[in-house]
């Protein structure tokens, strides 16, 4: 069976809680040739602030995908084409890893499975505001990270493995490691990816690359390097 992302290279991540650039609109980024967007970010996420960015982004022929950080920020948009939903598999809790999917389910009661998906993260970033929500145990080297990729795809079947070092760029050997690790999964990489040689080396190795916070400090000409540079990867 294959998925959309099998055929991806870049995903633009849009955080709802932060201002784009001067003479940015949404619709800039969605024709910056990214292959899908994500909307999501750790805190200050609302239900108001999510459906405003999938408005905006809603006429533009681009796939958008919710990312959402917790069960009450899920908005019902027909402009979205599905949910990307993290689980952290280094996560200090486990509500992060499946209990606030137990109380997701729990609550909703008209669910769309063939909309939604999961995203085994491993975050590495130990400063980045999604490390300190779910308490993450970020002291891995690549061997653990390898591992956790392992278990991610052959133990729970997980179709993406996210490495996460949400602003800041990562080490290439932890990430190269996982991407030796996958074999069946779609290998996302995020991280710090701030122009086309970061774009260009993490593509090496991930199958995908996400690139967020460029878009909100550089805007629309910066995010297309990276486009470029994954496609060139
Ligand atoms: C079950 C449902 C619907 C939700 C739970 C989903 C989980 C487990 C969320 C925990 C992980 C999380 C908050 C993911 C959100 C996306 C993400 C990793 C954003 C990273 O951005 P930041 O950490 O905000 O980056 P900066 O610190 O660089 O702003
Ligand atoms: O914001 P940056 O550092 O580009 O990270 C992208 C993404 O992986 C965040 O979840
Ligand atoms: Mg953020």
Redesign the pocket.
């Known amino acids: 069976m294959t998925a959309p992302w099998d055929d991806w290279n870049h995903i633009l991540?849009i955080?709802p809680d932060k201002d784009l650039p001067e003479g940015t609109t949404y619709g800039d980024l969605c024709a910056t040739g990214t292959d899908a967007i994500e909307v999501?970010?750790t805190m200050g996420i609302t239900e108001q602030n999510m459906e405003a960015v999938v408005e905006a982004c809603a006429e533009h022929d681009v796939p958008l995908y919710q990312e959402p950080s917790s069960p009450d920020v899920v908005i019902d948009n027909e402009a979205l084409e599905g949910y990307l939903v993290p689980t952290v598999f280094n996560a200090g809790s486990p509500f992060w890893i499946t209990g606030a999917h137990k109380e997701w389910v729990r609550i909703d009661d008209g669910f769309d499975w063939d909309r939604t998906a999961t995203e085994a993260y491993i975050v590495m970033n130990p400063d980045a505001d999604?490390a300190t929500y779910t308490e993450a145990d970020c002291d891995l080297d690549a061997d653990d990270v390898a591992a956790y990729a392992t278990v991610a795809e052959r133990m729970f079947g997980q179709e993406i493995v996210?490495v996460?070092?949400?602003?800041?760029f990562g080490d290439e050997e932890v990430v190269a490691a996982a991407a030796e690790a996958t074999d069946e999964s779609t290998l996302?990489?995020?991280?710090?990816?701030?122009d086309y040689d970061s774009a260009y080396s993490m593509a090496q190795y991930a199958d995908v690359i996400?690139?967020?916070?460029?878009a909100h400090d550089d805007g629309v000409e910066a995010v297309r390097e990276t486009v470029r540079a994954a496609s060139d990867a």
Request: aromatic content about 18%; cysteine-free.
């Open positions: 991540k955080d999501g970010g999604v996210y996460e070092y949400s602003g800041t996302f990489y995020g991280g710090g990816i701030h996400v690139v967020g916070n460029l």
